[in-house]
Antibody
């Protein structure tokens, strides 16, 4: 079935780096834009980053711009998030989510499949 | 950057009630707005996209409306399974923004 499975979370000290992975299965990964979305403890959803289906474009939320890098390997059906210079306020559950066409907006049908999340604690 | 403001932040309701959640945008979004439901310790679940299109498998008691800067999510006949937090999210730009969420609690 269609599935996204995140991994790579853990406890890390401030200033260090961590790489998250999101393994996709059950659909043609290379046809979909992908996102990372995070949720700090007790808080709402915060969009982190997007990468287009072919990796040609990527955009970031202001709080992670210049520190995080989103990437993908369509041959491995895997999405990544390289997190550098981690801060205490990066502590959150990190979800990957797929979106069909991400541009133009008229073609999008929202983030229709989500992973279960992986927890990152910066302390 | 686009800002999304949901109201109310918390809503107390009973089973069978009609519930309306509002999402206001700082800039016009056309109809490029989605709604998600999230239950504790679970990933969000897409309910509606393009402001009013029901995602496959979502019960018809959920409906969305609006365009431009004002949008609503309506739950007609609240069910026990609907007590959750709801988020709006825009996709009228290269980036994405979520509203701050509306928690629907049992009255």
């Amino acid at each position: 079935q269609v599935q996204l499975v995140e991994s790579g979370g853990g406890v890390v000290q401030p200033g260090r780096s961590l790489r998250l992975s999101c393994a996709a299965s059950g659909f043609t990964f290379g046809n979909y834009g992908m996102h990372w979305v995070r949720q700090a403890p007790g808080k709402g959803l915060e969009w982190v980053a997007i990468i287009w289906y072919d990796g040609s474009n990527e955009y970031y939320g202001d709080s992670v711009k210049g520190r995080f890098i989103i990437s993908r390997d369509n041959s491995k059906n895997t999405l990544y998030l390289q997190m550098n210079s981690l801060r205490v306020d990066d502590t959150a559950v990190y979800y990957c989510a797929r979106e069909g066409p991400v541009w133009p907006p008229a073609l999008s049908v929202g983030m229709d499949v989500w992973g279960q999340g992986t927890t990152v604690t910066v302390s | 950057d686009i800002q999304l403001t949901q109201s109310p932040s918390t809503l107390s309701a009973s089973v069978g009630d009609r519930v309306i959640i509002t999402c206001r945008a700082s800039h016009s979004l056309g109809t490029y707005l989605a709604w998600y439901q999230q239950k504790p310790e679970k990933a969000p679940n897409l309910l509606i996209y393009k402001a009013s299109t029901l995602q496959s498998g979502v019960p018809s008691r959920f409906s969305g409306s609006g365009s431009g800067t004002e949008f609503t999510l309506t739950i007609s006949g609240l069910q026990p399974d609907d007590f959750a937090t709801y988020y709006c999210q825009e996709y009228n730009s290269y980036s994405r923004t979520f509203g701050q969420g509306t928690k629907v609690e049992i009255e």
